[in-house]
């Protein structure tokens, strides 16, 4: 799915693009977004945070959650993050065959750039709030975030710190084997590093 969105309005209206298809358009959404956060939970739900959207007044920094239901071409709004955020990451943790977990961290937000927060998805059932995640080490603005193949583990590259520098760091969100909750997880800095600093990019993991 693409999202339309120009410099001087965003749009809600939505476009699809099917693989050796046309492209076709989508539903609305229920409110113009940019600078959101959108990712593939599983084969019947999307999910949209935060982002830009427009008001009488001009633009604003929204706490928005949308669903997108990808089997009726439907969208519906979700509950409200804890605090506003622009240019954050997103990704899904797996903590077991019946329990995921999404994850929001970093961006640009109203009051802790180091934070983050999750939802809970259990047999497809969607926990009624967002709660308060395990805190970035670093402030980072437009990092991104790559579950693994198998989704049991997620971790976050680069982004822009708070001095304005571009980061080559990496962190892995590690959760105890034992307790498998996100209560029991922690980001730690990993030894790798990415050669070249990089802000607001896209990874995913490759199988060889």
């Not at 993050?81 to 954050?88: E, S």
Request: hydrophobic share 35%; net charge neutral.
């Amino acid at each position: 799915m693409y999202f339309e969105c120009r410099k001087e309005a965003r749009l809600s209206r939505t476009q699809i693009v099917r693989i050796n298809e046309m492209a076709t358009l989508g539903p609305y959404m229920p409110m113009p977004l940019s600078h959101h956060c959108f990712l593939k939970l599983n084969h019947t739900l999307a999910i949209s945070t935060g982002g830009y959207t427009d008001t009488d007044t001009g633009k604003m920094i929204t706490d928005k959650t949308l669903f997108y239901q990808i089997d009726k071409d439907e969208w519906s709004i979700g509950p409200d993050l804890n605090m506003p955020r622009i240019k954050h990451s997103c990704g899904v943790l797996r903590l077991n065959v019946t329990v995921e977990v999404l994850i929001v961290a970093g961006g640009d937000t109203t009051t802790d750039d180091a934070s983050s927060e999750y939802l809970i998805f259990s047999n497809f059932h969607v926990n009624d709030s967002w709660q308060s995640g395990p805190r970035l080490p670093k402030k980072l603005e437009a990092p991104s975030m790559v579950s693994s193949s198998d989704g049991q583990s997620l971790v976050l590259i680069g982004g822009t710190t708070i001095t304005g520098e571009k980061s080559s760091m990496l962190f892995k969100l590690q959760c105890s084997n034992l307790l498998l909750t996100i209560e029991s997880c922690t980001w730690q800095q990993m030894l790798q590093r990415i050669e070249i600093p990089r802000s607001g990019n896209h990874f995913r993991p490759l199988k060889t």
